[in-house]
């Protein structure tokens, strides 16, 4: 019984160590950047419930569970529907601009491929109206801006599998992921057929 403990103490313990050795996925960064945007930026709304309006789909869903998070510290009870809720104020957000690219970021070395710069750039309009009244309470533009380099390797884990807007094609096109390795391939293979010749 005690060596099973170890054992699962191990095996959680490996498991926590291999995913903190990742970067964030790019949900990950939405929903803290914005949970955390929210929760400071966000004035008390005057009701003790709020209802997140959403279609509850892809992007628009991660946007509604991260505004949830962000708001648990203003209100005590906080839902997400797809109609108003009279009895609670109800939050509405739009989605102003959104980016999400992949750049080429540092070198690596000679053979290697760059490392991969990740920029997201957001920005929603909330709005938050009374729930019995209709009237517009507060209305607040909240921006998210995020930037990192991750390792080439790494793009399967932090692209979504779920959500289109969030897996974005890696720097430098098809074509040239190919070229570029049978360029460098090609250059050594010249070098040593020189070197022999000239012996």
Known sequence: MKRNRLLRAFLFMSFAATAAAYPPSNEQVIFNSLSAAVDSQIVMPSAESVRIITDGLGLNRLFSEAIAEGMKSKSSQISIGSAPDSTSDNLLFDLLGFDLAYKNGSSRGFLKS????????????????????????????????YGDEIEPAELRFINSRDIVELTAEPPGSAWSRYVEPSFVIASVGVLVYLFFANR
């Open 114 to 145: 760059r490392r991969i710069k990740r920029e997201l750039h957001c920005e929603l309009r909330i709005s938050i109206r009374g729930g019995s009244s209709g009237l517009l309470l507060q209305m607040r533009n909240i921006s998210i801006e």
